[in-house]
């Protein structure tokens, strides 16, 4: 008598878990409206209009949250505009959806080594290695980003060398008036 209750709990809980999984879609059956969406917003990309392609890839995710194509092109649209900590989230986003998606590991691995995680990207590559069994055209572009390395970091303000000769800051202020 006592174990009835447990076993009756589990069971339920079984058939709650059960009916959950058969619930979702396959990552295959992507809503045909989310990819039509997917599509414009790439139009938009190559435009240049980046405002409207995120508009249209947000909508596309708001019609179907699996759509790891609409996860990349946000990712891509963002190292257009130089955000490469947020394309390296859009690109974790689609590698939760397939952890082997091999356009999203090197879109993760270049912006990774923009950003000078040159570390992280080799882990990329090495997932890269794995995923292609040989050589596939995407470990040797990733190979390439990350023998390039970084780009030069880029300060804002240059420091100079030169002092200012003496007088040379008076000549330049206004006179004053007496």
Same mark, same amino acid.
């Given at each position: 008598m006592r174990v009835l209750?447990? &076993?009756f709990a589990s069971a339920l809980g079984l058939?709650?878990?059960s009916t959950a999984v058969q619930g979702q879609k396959p990552d295959a059956q992507v809503d045909p409206r989310s990819v039509a969406l997917v599509e414009q917003a790439r139009t938009a990309h190559k435009a240049g209009a980046f405002e409207q392609a995120?508009?249209?890839l947000e909508t596309a995710l708001a019609v179907d949250p699996k759509n790891r194509a609409a996860f990349i092109e946000l990712a891509e649209v963002a190292k257009a505009q130089g955000?490469?900590?947020?394309?390296?989230?859009?690109?974790?986003? &689609?590698l939760e959806l397939e952890p082997n998606d091999r356009v999203a590991l090197v879109g993760q691995g270049d912006a990774l080594v923009q950003k000078g995680a040159v570390t992280k990207a080799r882990?990329?590559?090495?997932?890269?290695?794995q995923v292609c069994n040989g050589a596939c055209p995407e470990e040797a572009r990733l190979a390439a980003l990350i023998e390039k390395g970084p780009p030069p970091a880029v300060l804002s303000a240059q420091a100079t060398t030169k002092v200012p000769a003496p007088g040379a800051e008076q000549k330049t202020r206004a006179p004053q008036q007496q």
């Open positions: 209750p447990i &076993a058939v709650a878990l995120n508009d249209l955000l490469n900590g947020k394309a390296i989230r859009f690109y974790r986003e &689609a882990e990329n590559l090495a997932k890269l290695k």
